[in-house]
């Protein structure tokens, strides 16, 4: 199993009209949902995507999508506006859920976190069982949440010294974790 | 330099008022765009990206966004709808170009072409300078055109067995050519 994690800081929490952009970055969000739960004409079943959302006017939100259960879909971002407003006024659909939690209550369910820090040791050299990564959005992880996060047993993991979006920096270890997962399936 | 070339067998060629899915799946252009130009606050000033559109009522379009004069951009999708669609109407923006050519014109001027394929050479064991790489869309390539584009030269390289969406092997890309030409300068 996989799980990421995306802290936005700044997403707005509460219906909204205009664009998911303008929704204080929720692009992101929807940009991360993308290149962590779909591949070409399928979803990913193992793999789970949250973000946690701390914009006005009603943080924090947990927005949990479950690539298990997600149905009835598709990848644009007009779809996701539409979903995620949908989340936000309480109508369910199978594998989004929305809850009023905040990260740190969260992080303490959780074992075997990294956090993506090019300071990290290199993701190549680690093995991976069922990780959480978690991922920062256009500001970063706060500096005392990842502080926290570490005193927790998270370990930092680098893809490298590039500055890339959150999203691909999820496509990026789906990637990494796909080629590892290869290695160790081939005889 | 980098180039990357999409064949959208299905967008819409002229303004449109729905969104980029409904309009033949331009919404797979814009993620390609997403991926191929876009990093953490920054634009990859060495990179092209090419779609060649071949849907109703107008095909096909060249649609050319050039890394080094991109400007006055975000990164989201509702974004990107307005400036494809301003750019089918003819209005100008730097780093954005429009034009009535075929993809089998545009190849002539090419070289050192590849073909993302499963079945191609292990795409670490490749040396790049200045690749040009053709990538299908929800579709994939037509057989005809992907055999043409062989017969120009071109190779077929593998990013492995896993079905990836198109923006997907555009960033893995886009990360595997970050890694080789840190290498390179390494010393």
Chains 1, 2 share one sequence.
């Not at 691909?168 to 974790?177: A, E, G, K, P, R």
């Amino acid at each position: 199993m996989r799980r990421f994690i995306l802290y936005s800081r700044t997403g707005y929490t509460a219906p909204f009209s205009g664009s998911l952009q303008e929704a204080g970055r929720l692009d992101i969000v929807y940009q991360c949902t993308l290149m962590a739960l779909f591949a070409s004409h399928y979803i990913r079943r193992d793999t789970e995507f949250h973000a946690f959302i701390y914009g006005a006017p009603n943080p924090p939100l947990h927005l949990f999508i479950d690539g298990k259960s997600l149905r009835d879909v598709r990848i644009d971002e007009a779809t996701w506006k539409r979903l995620i407003n949908e989340a936000f006024a309480g109508t369910e659909h199978p594998g989004i859920r929305i809850s009023k939690e905040g990260i740190e209550t969260y992080v303490k369910t959780l074992e075997e976190m990294y956090v993506l820090s090019e300071k990290g040791i290199n993701i190549q050299d680690v093995e991976f069982k069922s990780p959480s990564f978690f991922i920062g959005d256009h500001i970063g992880l706060p500096k005392k949440f990842e502080d926290s996060l570490v005193k927790h047993g998270a370990k930092k993991v680098s893809i490298g010294k590039e500055r890339y979006l959150a999203a691909s920096t999820v496509d990026i270890v789906n990637y990494i974790l796909d080629n590892k997962l290869r290695e160790k399936t081939q005889y």
